[in-house]
């Protein structure tokens, strides 16, 4: 939403309706319009955009407009995989009793070609700038653009497969990629992982080399998108984890370092945040051992800035004493979760065995529980999602039609 929002502001000019004559291709906006706009900018942008004019500084520092953006920004909006199905929904941040989800939309993803009238069942969702790349059920792939409701069915170069990792990214040049990783032998232990590349023009995959030497635990499987690479944490042969990169523009992978001291520390998973698209690490001090032992910590680091050879400067975010999480919860290799940087807290699915909540927000001081409507329903993935209009180039439509589901 970030980059959508300063995308728009660059484009418009701020004029009261007696002025705007500066050109037809000004816009004039209303005033609740631009406070829409602008609450929804992170505070470090806000405090840049006072500087563009007085009348946007006044703006700024006006009472009421500072009680809305606090509204607006201690909700989270993001989407939930629940029983197969996408839903758009608002997470409050901040209220302790009674808290619910808010199901603002629910998405419907069907296979346009099929006679069938039925919904696709979703089985994992990878994010890129507002579009989805989403695995079901019956193992097909399909990107799709939840907002605009276009899609577009990939076809395989050989049958895809339940485990299968996906990522989809974008070059240099804005070119839309996808990377799959395929594993062959053992499910926990593969002898071998196969890479290949989807390019949206050509509408064909290519092979881009194999590795014998590390391969991707089922319990590490995440795969997350951050400005052009794709990143997923990696177990060497003698079961050492660490975390791998792809570059979407060179075709390379690169190992990228992890915060320092890292025997001191267990890694659970990644995830990115919502605006700055920041990779974030979550950890827990060791010995990991029973979740209430006094003193452990669950810690989110966030990388400030990452080289093109891998060199990684982290800062340790967030820590959660366990003292401090007051109901039980379960934390586990490979597990989702989200990271708000302006409300200091992070998001995770519940019932997970220990937690019989819908989601957990946690922060240094702070512990609250969410609900759903529905108490059977279970979370089975939350993903940050900034909508966007970008079109999916299509293919043949003599390939897609081969592929529509019988």
Known sequence: MECHCHSILSKLIFVEPKYSTLSSSTIYLPEELKVEILSRV?????????????????????????????????????????????????VNLHETHNNMVKVKYQYSLKDQLSKSSEEVDIRNIFHCDGLLLCTTKDNRLVVWNPLSRETRWIQPRRTYKRFDYFAIGKSSCNKY????????????????????????????????????????LRRNGRVMYVNGNAYWLATTRGYVDFLQSFDF???????????VDRHSY?????????????????????PVGIPTAKGSSINVWMATKIESNGATSWIKFLSVNFANIHK?????????????????????????????TFLNILGEN????????DAESVCSL???????LVQIQQGSLKKVKKYRRK
């Open 249 to 259: 523009s060179t075709e390379r992978f690169t190992r990228v370092s992890l915060p």
């Open 177 to 216: 990629k996808i990377l799959r990783m395929d594993q062959t032998g053992n499910v926990h232990n593969p002898s071998l992982l196969e890479f290949e590349i989807y390019d949206f023009t050509s509408d064909s995959w290519k092979a881009v080399g194999e590795i014998g030497d590390w391969f991707i």
């Open 382 to 388: 939350l993903v940050n999602y900034v909508p966007t």
């Open 42 to 90: 992170s505070a470090t942008s806000l405090a840049r955009s006072q500087c563009v004019s007085k009348g946007w500084n006044a703006l700024i520092n006006d009472e009421k407009f500072t009680k809305k953006r606090f509204l607006l920004r201690s909700h989270a909006t993001v989407i939930m995989l629940i029983e197969n199905r996408v839903y758009l929904v608002n």
């Open 328 to 356: 039980p919860f379960c934390f586990h290799n490979g597990m989702n979760f989200l990271v708000d940087p302006e409300n200091k807290v992070f998001v995770c699915p519940g019932k997970n065995g220990f937690s019989k």
């Open 266 to 286: 267990h890694i659970f998973s990644l995830s990115v945040t919502r605006e700055e698209q920041k990779l974030c690490l979550l950890t827990q001090d060791e």
């Open 366 to 373: 702070k512990s609250i529980q969410v609900e759903h409507q």
